[in-house]
């Protein structure tokens, strides 16, 4: 089955500094979605984003997040100044036309920690 | 906008014995209905799904889940669980809002098979 890859596994960072988190979704899908999942919490959705714009966002995705996809194959996200409280695992996701009904296709994660 | 409690937040349980992980949402609009597991350690898999038909659905390893429309629950069972079962499971709602198809996520409950 295609994966979702999201790079890099782990990613230590300085509080205030900025960092991309890069996931190459499936070929042909069509939307794609960003997740974070605080160490025993629960997982909580962040953005979506279909036609190259931003379908919905949560409260947690603030001015110091974006997203983008430069070159139609990577899907990033970015945090311009990083907090202690943004430590999570991000889990990039994509699904298509087809299965936008069925299915959330997830990368493994990227463990972000801000110190 | 849709939310989903799961309401065990850990559920010990003997290999072998039967076992249950419930799970209620609510939603002004019609649903599809998930359980994604994690595995120490990994990213989100889909277990299984609920989207029409018949409100029994099941997996390949062996664990079922029946939508429940009046109760608005979407408990998963598993008559005989295996160590392997050890793992995070977490229910989740997808439904098309203003900004498309979003899927939201419960708690989790964390499934722990004891020898």
């Known amino acids: 089955e295609p994966e979702v890859t999201q790079t890099p596994s782990h990613q230590v960072t300085q509080m205030g500094q900025e960092v991309i988190l890069r996931c190459v979704p499936i070929?042909?899908?069509?939307?794609f979605y960003w997740y974070r999942q605080i160490l025993g919490q629960k997982v909580e959705f962040l953005v979506s984003?279909?036609?190259?714009?931003?379908?919905?966002k949560s409260e947690i995705f603030d001015d110091q997040f974006s997203v983008e996809r430069p070159d139609g194959s990577n899907f990033t996200l970015k945090i311009r100044s990083t907090k202690l409280e943004d430590s999570a695992m991000y889990f990039c996701a994509s699904t298509g036309w087809r299965t936008v009904n069925e299915k959330l296709f997830f990368g493994s994660g990227t463990q972000l920690s801000v110190l | 906008a849709q939310s989903v409690t799961q309401l065990d937040s850990q559920v010990p349980v003997f290999e072998e014995a039967p076992v249950e992980l419930r799970c209620n949402y609510s939603?002004?609009?019609?649903?599809?209905l998930f359980w994604y597991v994690q595995y120490p350690n990994q990213g989100l898999q889909l277990l299984l799904k609920y989207l029409s038909g018949s409100t029994l659905v099941e997996s390949i390893n062996g664990f079922e889940a029946e939508f429940n429309k009046s109760q608005t629950s979407f408990h998963l069972r598993k008559p005989s669980v295996h160590i392997s079962d050890t793992a995070e499971y977490f229910c989740?709602?997808?439904?098309?809002?203003?900004?498309?198809?979003?899927?939201?996520f419960g708690a989790g409950t964390r499934l722990f098979v004891k020898a």
């Open positions: 984003f279909y036609n190259n714009e931003i379908s919905e």
């Open positions: 989740a709602v997808s439904a098309r809002g203003t900004g498309g198809f979003k899927t939201i």
């Open positions: 070929s042909n899908h069509l939307y």
């Open positions: 939603s002004s609009v019609s649903v599809y």
